[in-house]
């Protein structure tokens, strides 16, 4: 996946909002390559599906472009779930990189081959029946998102509003789009999807030209 150079504004409630540019972003994708996530790449320990426990928040961006970048897998984990759930090999809390093993406790490994096309895993909603692990591959992900990029002719100086959940599929649109173009990505806490009057007020003043 083609990932270009972008920016990230953060907004936190209350007011200490941060901002990203495009160099300070990747200097914490190198230090979490280097530092963190190196077990993924070993010969011994290649592969598999990273369960990710994070808040959305800009170091989250930083986590997913480095895990695209060495083509690891990833999903999104709720606070009362656990990895185990979702057959995951690694789960990351946003500080450590945890290995784990089938446990035999009757879990289902999620099976991602070594060379596996799969970008990320997210839930079904279980609105016709139990809930399902879905894995996307980038070749379903990719002509997706090229197909938005031309479809509202986005780029690198649009403002890309990110509020949906991440444990829905819209929210990777928004964050693959910023990546896509160039775009500066506006991370919106989940607070405010509840309070119209703070979602207002954050796009008085951000201004974002892309809106799901």
Known sequence: MRISEFSIDEVRLPGDDVHLSCHQIRQVIS????????????????GGLVAIRMERSAKLICVIVA??????????????EDQASVGADWL???KELTKFSCNGSGDQPVDVPEESDICYFIRTSG??????????????IEPNIED???R?????????????S???????VEIFLALS?????????DKARSHPHLLSDILRRYKPTFVQ
């Open 31 to 46: 230090s979490l390559k280097q530092q963190v996530f190196t077990a993924l790449t070993t010969t011994t320990t290649t």
């Open 127 to 140: 609105t016709t029946g139990m809930q399902k692990l879905i894995g996307v591959p980038y070749s379903c």
């Open 67 to 80: 895990l695209l970048e060495i083509r690891v897998p990833f999903i999104f984990l709720r606070d009362y």
């Open 92 to 94: 990351f809390d946003g």
């Open 181 to 189: 173009c160039g775009s500066r990505l506006l991370l919106v806490p």
């Open 148 to 150: 938005f990029r031309e």
């Open 166 to 172: 991440v444990f829905f599929d819209p929210s990777i």
């Open 152 to 164: 509202f002719s986005l780029c690198s100086e649009d403002v890309i509003l990110c509020s949906t």
